[in-house]
């Protein structure tokens, strides 16, 4: 059974930072690209940031470059988000996914809250 939990959410200031885990199992981890999206109430959710099985290339969302890193632990099952510098408009919910070949991102977690209160 394919499973993906997220952890680490909660409220933060406005410059403060949050490190967000994802732990998965039920599959290959280790050669899955992953990736976090999120969502605010009434907005479609957006990608974040994406790792190949490497991690030797990633991709961010503009509004987030040099403040989120992505990073893997295969060893663990595990992705993570580091997020320094937060802003108000980060906040949301925060989802993990895993990519299926040729199927994209069929594979979530269920979410976790960011606050970030100005």
């Known amino acids: 059974q394919v499973q993906l939990v997220e952890s680490g959410g909660g409220l933060v200031q406005a410059g403060g930072s949050l490190r967000l885990s994802c732990a998965a199992s039920?599959?290959?981890?280790?050669?899955?690209?992953m990736a976090w999206f999120r969502q605010t109430p009434g907005k479609e959710r957006e990608f974040v940031a994406s790792i190949n099985w490497s991690s030797n290339s990633m991709s961010y969302v503009d509004s987030v470059k040099g403040r989120f890193t992505i990073s893997r632990d295969n060893a663990k099952n595990t992705l993570y988000l580091q997020m320094s510098s937060l802003k108000p408009e980060d906040t949301g919910v925060y989802y993990c996914?895993?990519?299926?070949?040729?199927?994209?991102?069929?594979?979530w977690g269920q979410g976790t809250q960011v606050t970030v209160s100005s």
């Open positions: 039920g599959f290959t981890f280790s050669t899955s690209i």
């Open positions: 996914a895993a990519a299926v070949a040729f199927k994209g991102y069929t594979r």
